[in-house]
């Protein structure tokens, strides 16, 4: 074998053994293990936006600092996911007593056409008065969307023409004073848990 096929060989394993390391995190942790041990990193959720309360006021990220935020995405025509989360959340910040004073609860809508400040403002005082209701452009929407990694997308309804439903996550994410993410939770989480986690944190 002469020595520039080996040398091509050699290249080729050192080229697989790098895209294995970074590709796949079992590889990662058995070449590099002390690596693995001491990275650290901030969750890339959450961001700048820029929107309109129900009250018809614009308000942008920076005007929630200095209070931990419960933050959802969903719409007011949704049946089963949104309901229950702001139902969720609501009860534990009852729970949570005057602790719950230190959190704006904050309901981003992703349909926009159809979800107007007014219509915003009564859904959102249905489950409490705490709740912050937002909405925007599609455009702000998308943005805001984006910064939190949120997935939603219009789908037709197929047996009534014009109407249309939204898929979209179902997180409620916890950012702390500076707008950093902090942690999740979903609708199924029991109350009594999320109420205790919250508690710790706060």
């Known amino acids: ?44 959720v959450g961001g700048p936006f820029s929107l309109t309360d129900s009250s018809g006021k614009r308000v942008t990220d920076k005007d929630f600092r200095g209070r931990d935020m419960l933050v959802f995405f969903g719409f ?20 949570l007593g005057p602790k719950a004073d230190r959190i704006t609860p904050i309901f981003i809508t992703i349909d926009p056409e ?3 400040a007014p219509k915003l403002d009564e859904y959102v005082k249905h489950f409490s008065p705490r709740i912050v209701g937002l909405t925007g452009t599609p455009d702000e929407i998308a943005a805001a969307a984006k910064a939190y990694r949120v997935y939603y997308n219009k789908v037709p309804n197929k047996g009534v023409p014009g109407d249309y439903t939204m898929d979209h996550t179902g997180i409620i994410y916890v950012m702390d004073a500076n707008g950093d993410y902090v942690t999740h939770f979903t609708p199924a989480t029991p109350v009594a848990d999320m109420t205790a986690k919250l508690a710790k944190l706060l």
Request: charged share 15%; net charge positive; proline share 6%.
């Open 1 to 44: 074998m002469n020595a520039r096929l080996i040398g091509v060989i050699v290249v080729g394993l050192l080229l697989g053994a790098a895209a294995a390391i970074a590709v796949f995190p079992e590889a990662r942790q058995r070449l590099l293990p002390s690596a693995a041990q001491t990275v650290s990193g901030k969750a890339l």
């Open 76 to 95: 007011t025509s949704c049946p089963d996911i949104c309901p229950a989360s702001l139902q969720l959340m609501s009860t534990v910040l009852d729970k």
């Open 114 to 116: 159809r979800d107007t």
